[in-house]
């Protein structure tokens, strides 16, 4: 999926915006962000990438986002 879609899902399924963030790091939430020619797919805590995953696409870091976020929230 691409982020547009991404985020288009994460508001039709009305999960908690505090645990995720898309384009920007935001402490204690899963987040998305372009960083220079790579997608990066991470938890932010305390300023810290905790776990990041990089993709040289947007879809497969939708993708990874989208069931990583779900997994986090323990969404089937």
């Known amino acids: 999926m691409a982020k547009n ?6 508001i039709s399924m ?3 915006k505090g645990s995720y963030s898309i384009d920007c790091d935001k402490n204690e939430s899963l987040c998305f962000m372009h ?4 997608w990066v797919v991470f938890y932010s805590e305390r300023g810290q990438k905790t776990e990041p995953e990089y993709f040289s696409n947007e879809e497969d870091a939708c993708d990874a986002f989208f069931l990583r976020l779900k997994k986090m ?4």
Do not use: R, W
């Open 5 to 10: 879609e991404l985020l288009n899902q994460l």
């Open 35 to 38: 960083d220079g020619f790579l």
């Open 14 to 16: 009305n999960l908690p």
């Open 73 to 76: 929230l323990q969404i089937k």
